[in-house]
């Protein structure tokens, strides 16, 4: 990966609906070389998937919460009951004192406690320690980074 292919990811983090000629007018490409280039990150994997990013608050998940999922035993397999809940939006294992850490987005912290409520009826799962966010300052998308 070079440096154009970094510029090229970077521009399709900020605007994916831009044309092959846009973005190869801003890396010094033709519309044709910047289409390939895109087809490639795509095809090793680079880029998974184009999507929109859309405000949560606006669509119902004004509440966000980071949820340390405590276990009895391993639960690092247990992926497909994290994703039955439609209000998680990550799940990673993690190590320390927790398994499992969750991001939740619900409408009401009464919907946050509903989760909390399924996490707990998961087996396994010995308990939870929720931080709730007041504010959220930046997100970042992935950027590559330099060799």
Request: cysteine-free; glycine content about 8%.
């Amino acid at each position: 990966m070079d440096h154009i292919d970094r510029q090229l990811i970077a521009l399709l983090q900020q605007d994916a609906a831009q044309s092959y000629a846009a973005l190869g007018r801003a890396v010094g490409l033709s519309a044709g070389a910047a289409h390939e280039r895109v087809r490639k990150l795509r095809e090793r994997g680079v880029i998974r998937r184009t999507t929109v990013d859309v405000d949560p608050e606006a669509v119902g998940g004004g509440v966000l919460a980071y949820v340390q999922v405590r276990s009895t035993a391993w639960i690092g397999d247990s992926a497909d009951r994290f994703a039955a809940l439609p209000e998680i939006q990550e799940a990673h294992v993690i190590a320390g004192s927790a398994s499992v850490l969750v991001k939740v987005r619900t409408a009401t912290t009464r919907g946050l406690q509903d989760v909390l409520r399924r996490l707990h009826a998961i087996d396994g799962v010995s308990g939870t320690e929720a931080t709730v966010v007041l504010e959220t300052f930046f997100e970042r998308p992935v950027a590559p980074l330099e060799p």
